[in-house]
């Protein structure tokens, strides 16, 4: 990659700072290409809720993370407004 800073890459930066934030009730709102962008931002939230937190509770099986991704959907606190083209 070019040296630029992509929003997945400061998701795997911070984990712990966003895992943090989204105990504490964060949204988080995605915006953009849907072609790679928003996906590989998918991706790396999804890593990012199978990491261990640092506060003592076990780690997220895959599909822990997902479903509590989906939770986070419906309760409005992870909205994508993508677009293709």
């Not at 790679?36 to 895959?62: F, I, K, N, Y």
């Amino acid at each position: 990659r070019l040296n630029v800073n992509y929003v997945q890459d400061l998701f795997a930066t911070n984990a712990r700072l966003i895992q943090q934030l989204l105990t504490k009730r964060a949204f988080v709102y995605v915006c953009g290409d849907g072609r790679s962008m928003a996906s590989d931002v998918h991706r790396e939230l999804l890593a990012l809720l199978q990491m261990d937190a640092g506060d003592g509770a076990p780690a997220r099986s895959a599909s822990e993370a997902d479903a509590l991704l989906a939770q986070l959907a419906a309760e409005g606190r992870y909205t994508r407004e993508i677009w293709y083209g």
